[in-house]
């Protein structure tokens, strides 16, 4: 629409250039602003741990390659859509018919259908996490002997094991629940064995309910020995 203004390809590749320098600059210049913050927090604390003198400012040469960054990264991104507004002549860019049919259109895909599981991701994020306490955190109390917090992470872990491991006993409720059914029916309870069929329909149904009664009553019993535990 512009060509049939009157702009030629200079004044087109000019317009879009100042655009992408007018989205560019603002950016470099809060990034700047960010990274300068950021950077006197960590160095601060880095000063604080380590007890070593630095300077809180930016370097020049990260500024430059910064700035340097911000801009021309901007411009690499233009050069296709420069290129698809010049490949195109007048009568094209005029056609509104052809122009609907040239659309993009925009697909949308889960991520678990590319192989990447949010379940999978908490868990990996919960083991980095847990990773990272065990190996830097704990040392670093004894380091400077910070005795409260290192037992603070030590209960901290022992809850997340207590947690985990009754969560894990899930898996096995289905076969604890069939073997003393099985224990029942050949015991005490032989004369009614007829119903045993009956029954394993029963819990069969009510399969959710009593997963949610046994993580409820093994977290109460897991936390009341670990409470005991913890006082003795």
């Not at 370097?59 to 911000?70: D, L, R």
């Not at 009614?192 to 399969?207: A, P, Q």
């Amino acid at each position: 629409m512009l060509r049939a203004l009157g702009f030629k390809k200079g004044h087109l590749m000019t317009l879009i250039s100042l655009q992408s320098f007018l989205f560019s600059i603002p950016g470099v210049c809060c990034g700047l602003v960010v990274a300068v913050i950021l950077n006197m927090i960590f160095r601060f604390l880095i000063y604080y741990l380590a007890s070593n003198s630095m300077s809180f400012w930016v370097t020049s040469v990260a500024v430059i390659a910064g700035v340097i960054f911000g801009i021309v990264m901007p411009l690499i991104a233009i050069i296709l859509p420069v290129q698809s507004a010049l490949g195109k002549n007048l009568r094209n860019s005029l056609d509104l018919n052809h122009r609907q049919n040239n659309e993009k259109t925009v697909t949308s895909q889960r991520l678990e259908d590319m192989g990447l599981s949010l379940n999978q991701t908490i868990v990996g994020m919960m083991l980095l996490i847990l990773g990272f306490v065990t190996y830097y955190c704990v040392p670093l109390t004894f380091f400077y002997e910070k005795m409260q917090w290192f037992f603070f992470i030590f209960d901290a872990l022992l809850i997340m094991i207590v947690l985990g491991m009754t969560f894990m006993s899930i898996l096995i409720f289905e076969h604890i629940e069939k073997a003393f059914l099985w224990v029942v029916m050949n015991t005490c309870c032989r004369r009614d064995k007829r119903l045993e069929i009956l029954v394993s329909k029963n819990l069969d149904g009510h399969r959710k309910r009593n997963s949610k009664t046994s993580i409820m009553f093994t977290l109460a019993m897991s936390f009341l020995i670990f409470a005991a535990t913890g006082f003795q």
